[in-house]
């Protein structure tokens, strides 16, 4: 694991953002637990891509769909087949298992033993749904969330009077029994997704495909990833997803090399015309202006909600050796800054008294606090000097400290600093929640 992404995975159980799950017994196979600060941010991940979907865009409305599902769902999709199956080899020797396309050599890369055939592995979680375990009874944890939206096609499309071209959008776990989890949270076995799907005609697949692709780029270098650590690769035929006619990967170059972040895939009428098949439903669209009837064709924008996470994360650590605080020892330290979009960090305002010791100090600054805590994710922080504050909040990417001095005890006003330029202004408290929101929400 590269350095810079242990001192990552060490910030995120030190600060509260991500925890292992089960940790005290011993950790449970790749799932995670995000904490007080994980869930902020992740929520806020989740808050900015549904308001990109459902309010800035046209045509775009919400699901939220159930989990578990028939299993006749995931016969008509494909996953109980070969489709959405990965090829493992197993090493001979150390009994190690591998996904075949992820090896460079024909031998083990641990032990360098001889490997095994490869054969099909589903990657599918089964569960058991009722009293009895039983076949019957067998259905699955979803795997994608996008099968909640197809089944349900029909219904938004009537209860919302939708024309084509409209999209749904809809956030929700999936479950993967991945062969090889790792990488932190970005291969992990239980995920949230973002997933979108354009429903269109035919003739304009082409157009919306890029169209989305262009969208999802932007959407994550307007929320602070630079150009250069994104790049979309087109996956030649043969190897997208069974799916897929079209399939552009996202990728984001983490410490630990590029991986995908999203998919753009163009599912052309494999999801509708299989559930119009499996279901015995008519799933076509009827074209009332064209008088024309036919399966729309599916553009779907399917981000992972951990890994966008893990990426504005990676993209937003920075080290600063000295030079940032230079009035104390601490200049010499190597300082964090968590320099992450004001819409994504978990805690914008921090509120810290200048010492503890002073009672009227401490009242005021917990009046600010109060008066700030409905409005914005807030802190109160009292231990410590107050350049060690500035440095914790730096380093969970706190955008604004307000510091209440003596003089605040006068003149019924604050300090307010400036996580990235460190400048620092006098501000009336009386002004503090007007400037606060133009300075948070612009
Ligand atoms: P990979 O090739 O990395 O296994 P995939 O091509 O199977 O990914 P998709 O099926 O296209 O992924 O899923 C869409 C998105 O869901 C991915 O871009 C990723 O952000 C997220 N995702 C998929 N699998 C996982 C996982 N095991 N852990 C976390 N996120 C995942």
Redesign the pocket.
């Known amino acids: 694991m590269p350095i810079q992404m242990q001192k990552i995975i060490s910030l995120c159980k030190r600060r509260g953002f991500i925890f292992q799950s089960s940790e005290i017994y011993g950790g449970f196979g790749s799932c995670y637990d995000f904490g007080p600060l994980g869930v902020e941010m992740k929520n806020n991940i989740k808050k900015v891509w549904w308001a990109e979907m459902t309010k800035k865009q046209e045509d775009i409305v919400g699901l939220d769909a159930a989990i578990l599902m028939s299993p006749r769902v995931w016969q008509a999709s494909g996953h109980l087949t070969a489709g959405f199956a990965d090829e493992l080899v197993e090493c001979k020797k150390c009994h190690k298992r591998f996904k075949k396309d992820e090896l460079e050599k024909n031998q083990c890369p641990e032990c360098g033993g001889e490997l095994t055939k490869p054969r099909k592995f589903n990657l599918m979680m089964k569960t058991f749904v009722g009293p009895i375990e039983d076949e019957a009874a067998v259905t699955y944890l979803r795997a994608?969330t996008c099968q909640g939206i197809y089944v349900n096609f029909e219904n938004v499309l009537n209860s919302m009077r939708q024309k084509l071209p409209f999209g749904i959008a809809q956030i929700g776990k999936a479950f993967?029994n991945?062969i090889t989890?790792g990488n932190f949270?970005?291969?992990?076995?239980e995920?949230e997704?973002m997933e979108m799907q354009w429903f269109c005609h035919p003739k304009e697949a082409n157009k919306f495909f890029d169209y989305w692709k262009k969208e999802r780029i932007k959407w994550h270098t307007n929320l602070g990833i630079k150009k250069e650590n994104l790049r979309a690769i087109e996956i030649p035929a043969g190897k997208r997803?069974h799916y897929a006619q079209r399939q552009v990967?996202i990728e984001y170059h983490f410490p630990f090399g590029w991986?995908?972040?999203?998919?753009v895939h163009n599912r052309g009428d494999w999801d509708l015309s299989n559930h119009a098949k499996h279901s015995g439903q008519d799933l076509k669209y009827y074209d009332e202006t064209t008088k024309e009837k036919y399966f729309p064709y599916i553009i779907e924008t399917?981000?992972?909600v951990?890994?966008s996470f893990l990426a504005f994360l990676c993209e937003a650590y920075q080290e600063i050796k000295g030079g940032r605080t230079k009035t104390t020892k601490a200049a010499k330290e190597v300082e964090v800054v968590l320099k992450i979009d004001k819409k994504l960090a978990p805690i914008k305002v921090a509120v810290l008294p200048l010492v503890r010791n002073k009672p009227k100090l401490v009242k005021k600054a917990k009046e600010v606090y109060q008066l700030l805590k409905p409005h914005f994710t807030c802190q109160y922080d009292e231990l410590g000097s107050i350049g060690r504050r500035y440095r914790r909040q730096d380093e969970i990417g706190t955008i604004l400290c307000l510091t209440i001095d003596f003089e605040s005890l006068k003149q019924d006003d604050l300090t307010l600093r400036d996580r990235d330029t460190m400048k620092q202004e006098r501000i009336k408290i009386k002004d503090l929640i007007k400037i606060l929101k133009q300075k948070l929400e612009n």
């Not at 949270?185 to 076995?189: D, G, L, N, Q, V």
């Not at 991986?259 to 998919?263: A, C, N, R, V």
């Open positions: 994608e993967r991945e989890p949270i970005f291969r992990a076995r995920f997704q997803a990967d991986g995908e972040i999203e998919g399917s981000g992972g951990g890994r």
